[in-house]
């Protein structure tokens, strides 16, 4: 994640079953018989990194994350695994590894034609990078955070709050640039729905992440009618079910790439 950013540990772990759910259909789909030495970038409070460790766990894991309170987080949770903090957009590995693991975290990385090539540099022959991204910029979650945010008092404070997040590429660009970068290519999109309490849970959601650059730079009071904004918008899109749950969709890039021999 960007270092720029002030990321909250329990902001993010409030929904820690439902951020968990792609990283374990990630790993399950990692086809490697074992592993030496692997990693998990953006790592967060080591949810994702516990999974890494529980699915090798003859290996040396670490993780890395810009974040002080996920690394603290982390490091409290898995206290016999190596955290490190860094900024994933200049690291380089020194090393080799098995897997290289990044969950919901390139997304905020600029120029993923570069990103990924210099990823793929850090794997063993053989070894596997596997990617988990956020695929729903196009969504009404998210068109309605870059909506208010041209329509309030704050329009110019927050006219570049869109550009946080990396563009995505297409299916075409990853298996491209991948191929490119001597791997073979694996890469699906699952959307995951989940059947949140209420409107105010999926602002809860996204206050740890998408909606993080336009409300953090805000006073108290504009962040309290943009977020009040937000969720006339977001109530508008996603109906109440009979239950009075609301079904949040999330649609999610999974890719695999795996370093030729």
Known sequence: MPSHVDWNAEQYLRF?????RP?????????????????????????????????FPGAAVEG???SPDMIEKARKRLPELSFVLADL????????????FANAVLQWIPDHERLFARLTRGLTPGGVLAVQMPNNLSEPSHLAMSEVAAEGPWAQQLARAGEAKAPIGSFSDYRRWLAAAGCEVDLWQTTYVHALKDHDAIIEWFKSTGLKPYIDPLP?????????????????????????????????????ATRRG
Do not use: H
């Open 89 to 100: 957009e200049s690291w380089e590995a020194q090393a080799r590894y098995d897997l290289i």
């Open 220 to 256: 108290a009071e504009q962040r309290a009618a943009f977020l009040e904004r937000y969720r006339e918008r977001i109530a508008r899109a996603y109906p109440v079910e009979a239950d009075g749950k609301v079904l949040l969709r999330f649609p999610r890039l999974l890719i695999l």
């Open 64 to 66: 890395l994350d810009s």
């Open 16 to 20: 820690e079953d439902e951020r968990t």
């Open 23 to 55: 990283s374990i259909d990630l790993i399950q789909r990692v086809r490697l018989a074992d592993a030496r030495r692997c990693i998990d970038l953006g790592c967060g409070p080591g949810n994702s990194t516990e999974l890494v460790a529980a699915r």
